[in-house]
């Protein structure tokens, strides 16, 4: 299948490891011209190096996407990028009165005015060629909260309700904002999620792993491999009729009929 997006550009926010490499290798394989963003300059060039060696067209970007310099820096490289894939790691779990002000602020800028400030950036002349395709990895807590992470929830659904307003003004030029909300894929996170049950709930490494893969329906963890081809469907020439939507990616366990 031709997804029509071979020589597009993309700046892929987050992306040196995880579900954002991973999307960053998929758009690659389909020969868009990628700019992958990390904040460890080390593993950001281990992925640049790994990708170019597989012939593909890689730039990094060493910076934090929640600074207002980090920014700067992923536009300076890429002013104009036809596809853009917001993403940021997600504020920590915890009791809900643990959250002070400060923590609930902290989360805001990363997790919804980063993107929207990135949107805001790329979205004028993504009208003027008429194309652009706007993915935001928000999370499985936007339609599925749970008490723990109040934080995720929060400013990942203020981020989809200002991105569902602004998709009906925008699809008219052709420029779709879709998000995909994961649960439960293997990586790095979910190391973090066994983490903290295991100090929550007394638990091992090993049982807290099992619980993990337990509370899926399909049984087993999502491939990052999975996650990149969606996002890259949703990034193509195809996709042109998909827009405003919320793609849950929970291995069948989503609890809710629409």
């Known amino acids: 299948m031709d997804l029509g997006i071979a020589g597009r550009k993309a700046l892929i926010c987050a ?38 060696q597989n012939g593909f067209d890689a730039h990094g970007i060493c910076a934090d996407v929640t600074t207002g310099i980090g920014r700067d820096a992923l536009l300076a490289h890429c002013p104009d990028p036809d596809i853009l894939v917001n993403n940021n790691a997600g504020p920590s ?53 749970r008490p723990h992470m109040t934080l995720s929830a929060g400013a990942r659904a203020g981020l989809t309700a200002v991105m569902k307003g602004l998709s009906l003004e925008v699809a008219r030029d052709n420029v779709t904002i879709n998000n995909l909300l994961p649960e439960r894929f293997d990586t790095a996170r979910q190391e973090q ?6 100090q ?49 990616f929970f291995g069948g366990s989503y609890p809710a009929l629409i």
């Open 93 to 145: 779990p915890g009791a809900f009165l643990s959250f002070d002000r400060a923590t609930w602020l902290s989360a805001l800028e990363a997790n919804m005015v980063a993107p929207i400030e990135l949107v805001r950036a790329v979205l004028p002349t993504m009208r003027e060629r008429q194309f652009g395709r706007i993915i935001n990895i928000t999370s499985a807590m936007v339609t599925t909260p």
């Open 15 to 52: 992306s040196s490891r995880g579900l954002g490499r991973a999307c960053a290798e998929a758009l690659a394989r389909e020969g868009v011209i990628i700019y992958v963003n990390g904040r460890d300059e080390d593993r950001l060039a281990q992925t640049v190096s790994d990708l170019r």
């Open 193 to 198: 999620m066994a983490q903290v049950a295991m």
């Open 200 to 248: 929550r709930e007394g638990i091992d490494y090993e049982e807290a792993r099992r619980r993990q893969v337990e509370s899926i329906a399909a049984r087993r963890l999502g491939n990052p491999e999975e996650f990149g081809a969606m996002c890259t469907f949703l990034a193509s020439s195809l996709a042109g009729f998909i827009s405003g939507q919320n793609v849950h």
